[in-house]
């Protein structure tokens, strides 16, 4: 796997959302992503990007083209010093939710995208990383 | 420290190494000169000649996963998924890598005739590595000829969905064969943007063709409702038969929040019963007035 | 602070999203079309997403709130002109926005609205009484 364009954008305030999904739009259309699989990749990043904000009070995400098998993708990294996730398998679970929401964000992001990985240590923070493909498999 | 000076003997010696190796390509009965022209040959062999001398000129023959090899691998995908997709047999394809071994040993064995344990050694360790390549040469020929199925499986979903449109403001759409996930994205895709372009409020899926449905299918007929649902237009599903019927209820699958029927018919029907339209013979309809 | 316009049409309240809405633009706008069905006894509202190209669960709980808000006040909410990817994507996350009626274009959901009041209104009372079966004679 080889990295094409690599990018990082910090995530402080709400404001950064449009912003920085914008920028993930870029990304995929700069390898003629379709409409649906762009749509889908920017909606789960919405759902990362809110998350970190809401949870951490913002942090980072690298962007990333990624090239592997002559196939193209774009890659995010959502990393943020916030407090971590106690249980992660129980966050992945449908409806489950410590703050107000619907519970949707991180197991509808995974649903959302081609290869999902989430690791976090209580206390110093959450990486999440999420791979569409160009194709969307 | 042995290995850099054999890396160094082969970095001495690449004119002849690339001059043999084509020699040899271009001698072997399975060239295919009319897939391929001679300069672009010379160009791809000079090409990874090159990354492979820069790859071995710290010493590492072994690891091929290694940071060294990425430009070599990159090169040889790219070299095998093309051939691949041009028609290039698996005999073919990897003839080019190991061409490059016979090419490696011969300047090896010249230059070290009277160091017989160094020659040893070192075409021990040229043979592995090339072996190395050859297998990672044809692992993305595989991939790229299951690409070629991929794309071909593409055009077939695309043929195999049309979605009709039967009535003003009434689309049906008959589906064929079995429904992945992938097929349902398909059908997806293309039965919304109908319902954009035709302005229409029902959709029909006619599933006579689907062999069988289990939770999984159902799940994906049920994701296809839902989404037409939030277009703002309802979606029948008719041609439930019998044996499907059953499943669903043995299964445990809740499709009441769905409007079913049997035939297209009686779908057709039930649209036409929620946009207001009477459908009636002439004759019967005059001799009412 | 910058502001969706609220369009009043007769008995019904239209909005039309016509940028990404980031979270305190969303949240304006819910409590500003809640003011508005109040102060006008509005009987339907109207949101027009068409021109929207990303709905992710925040987004989607704004509308079923107002939804539900209005529906206390005695008003039905229609979300009109959903682009397709956008319902993909929701029904991937998980987000059927249950409670929220759903029409192809504003025309289509004026339509729906008004079929929902006149249901609901006394004088339709005796059209709806010898509108069945009338074909058989």
């Known amino acids: 796997m080889i990295t094409l364009t690599k990018d990082t954008m910090q995530i402080?305030?709400?404001?950064?959302?449009?912003?920085?999904?914008?920028?993930?739009?870029?990304?995929?259309?700069k390898i003629g992503m379709s409409l649906v699989n762009q749509t889908k990749l920017i909606t789960a990043a919405s759902e990362l990007v809110r998350n970190m904000l809401k949870y951490a009070s913002g942090g980072k995400v690298i962007l990333e083209i990624i090239s592997k098998n002559a196939q193209s993708g774009v890659r995010l990294t959502f990393v943020?010093?916030?407090p971590g996730i106690e249980n992660v398998q129980q966050a992945m679970q449908d409806g489950f939710?410590?703050?107000?929401?619907?519970?949707?964000?991180?197991?509808?992001?995974?649903?959302?995208?081609?290869?999902?990985?989430?690791?976090?240590?209580?206390?110093?923070g959450t990486t999440v990383t999420v791979i569409h493909w160009k194709h969307g498999r | 420290m042995d290995n850099n000076n054999t890396a160094q003997l082969l970095q001495r010696k690449k004119r002849e190494i690339l001059e043999s190796w084509m020699n040899n390509?271009?001698?072997?009965?399975?060239?295919?000169?009319?897939?391929?022209?001679?300069?672009?040959?010379?160009?791809?062999?000079?090409?990874?000649?090159?990354?492979?001398?820069?790859?071995?000129?710290?010493?590492?023959?072994?690891?091929?996963?290694?940071?060294?090899?990425?430009?070599?691998?990159?090169?040889?995908?790219?070299?095998?998924?093309?051939?691949?997709?041009?028609?290039?047999?698996?005999?073919?394809?990897?003839?080019y890598v190991l061409s490059l071994k016979q090419?490696?040993?011969?300047?090896?064995?010249?230059?070290?005739?009277?160091?017989?344990?160094?020659?040893?050694?070192?075409?021990l360790m040229v043979n592995k590595l090339l072996d190395n390549l050859a297998l990672t040469t044809f692992e993305t020929y595989l991939k790229g000829r299951e690409e070629v199925i991929l794309r071909q499986t593409d055009e077939i979903n695309e043929i195999s969905t049309p979605v009709i449109r039967v009535w003003d403001g009434i689309l049906a759409l008959p589906i064929i064969g079995t429904l992945d996930s992938s097929r349902t994205q398909i059908v997806m895709e293309n039965l919304?943007?109908?319902?954009?372009?035709?302005?229409?409020?029902?959709?029909?899926?006619?599933?006579?063709?689907?062999?069988?449905?289990?939770?999984?299918?159902?799940?994906?007929?049920?994701?296809?409702?839902?989404?037409?649902?939030?277009?703002?237009?309802?979606?029948?599903?008719?041609?439930?038969?019998?044996?499907?019927?059953?499943?669903?209820?043995?299964?445990?699958?809740?499709?009441?929040?769905?409007?079913t029927k049997a035939s297209l018919a009686s779908a057709l029907q039930l649209a036409f019963g929620m946009?207001?339209?009477?459908?009636?013979?002439?004759?019967?309809?005059?001799?009412?007035? | 602070m910058e502001r969706i316009p609220i369009l009043k049409m007769g008995s019904f309240l239209l909005v039309t999203i016509q940028v990404d809405l980031?979270?305190?633009?969303?949240?304006?706008?819910?409590?500003?079309?809640?003011?508005?069905?109040?102060?006008?006894?509005?009987?339907?509202?109207?949101?027009?997403?068409?021109?929207?190209?990303?709905?992710?669960?925040?987004?989607?709980?704004?509308?079923?709130?107002?939804?539900?808000?209005?529906?206390?006040?005695?008003?039905?909410?229609?979300?009109?002109?959903?682009?397709?990817?956008?319902?993909?994507?929701?029904?991937?996350?998980?987000?059927?926005?249950?409670?929220?009626?759903?029409?192809?274009?504003?025309?289509?959901?004026?339509?729906?609205?008004?079929?929902k009041i006149d249901l609901y209104a006394p004088q339709s009372e005796d059209e709806e009484e010898q509108s069945p079966d009338d074909y058989t004679d």
């Open chain 1, 12 to 29: 402080v305030r709400e404001q950064d959302v449009v912003p920085f999904r914008n920028r993930v739009r870029e990304y995929a259309t």
């Open chain 1, 80 to 82: 943020d010093e916030g």
């Open chain 1, 97 to 124: 939710s410590t703050g107000k929401s619907l519970g949707l964000g991180l197991p509808g992001a995974r649903r959302l995208v081609n290869e999902f990985n989430i690791s976090s240590t209580p206390g110093q």
């Open chain 2, 25 to 95: 390509q271009l001698a072997d009965e399975a060239l295919r000169d009319d897939l391929i022209s001679n300069e672009e040959l010379r160009r791809q062999s000079e090409e990874l000649l090159e990354a492979l001398l820069k790859a071995i000129s710290n010493g590492n023959f072994e690891n091929v996963y290694s940071s060294e090899y990425e430009q070599i691998t990159d090169i040889l995908s790219d070299v095998s998924v093309t051939r691949a997709r041009q028609g290039f047999s698996p005999r073919e394809t990897n003839m």
């Open chain 2, 103 to 123: 090419a490696l040993t011969d300047t090896l064995e010249q230059e070290r005739r009277n160091q017989p344990e160094v020659l040893y050694r070192e075409i």
């Open chain 2, 192 to 259: 919304l943007q109908e319902i954009v372009n035709t302005g229409s409020s029902i959709a029909i899926l006619d599933i006579s063709g689907v062999p069988a449905v289990d939770s999984l299918v159902a799940q994906h007929l049920i994701k296809t409702v839902s989404a037409t649902r939030l277009m703002g237009a309802e979606c029948i599903i008719s041609g439930v038969r019998a044996e499907i019927a059953q499943t669903i209820v043995h299964l445990g699958i809740d499709l009441s929040n769905i409007k």
């Open chain 2, 275 to 289: 946009l207001n339209i009477e459908v009636r013979k002439a004759g019967n309809s005059r001799s009412l007035k």
């Open chain 3, 22 to 115: 980031y979270d305190r633009l969303a949240l304006n706008l819910e409590s500003d079309l809640i003011n508005m069905v109040s102060k006008t006894g509005a009987r339907g509202v109207l949101i027009d997403i068409s021109a929207v190209s990303i709905v992710d669960s925040f987004m989607g709980r704004i509308l079923g709130n107002i939804a539900s808000m209005s529906r206390i006040m005695d008003a039905e909410t229609v979300v009109v002109g959903m682009q397709p990817a956008v319902a993909i994507t929701l029904v991937e996350l998980g987000l059927t926005l249950q409670g929220v009626y759903t029409a192809l274009d504003v025309e289509k959901g004026m339509e729906l609205l008004q079929k």
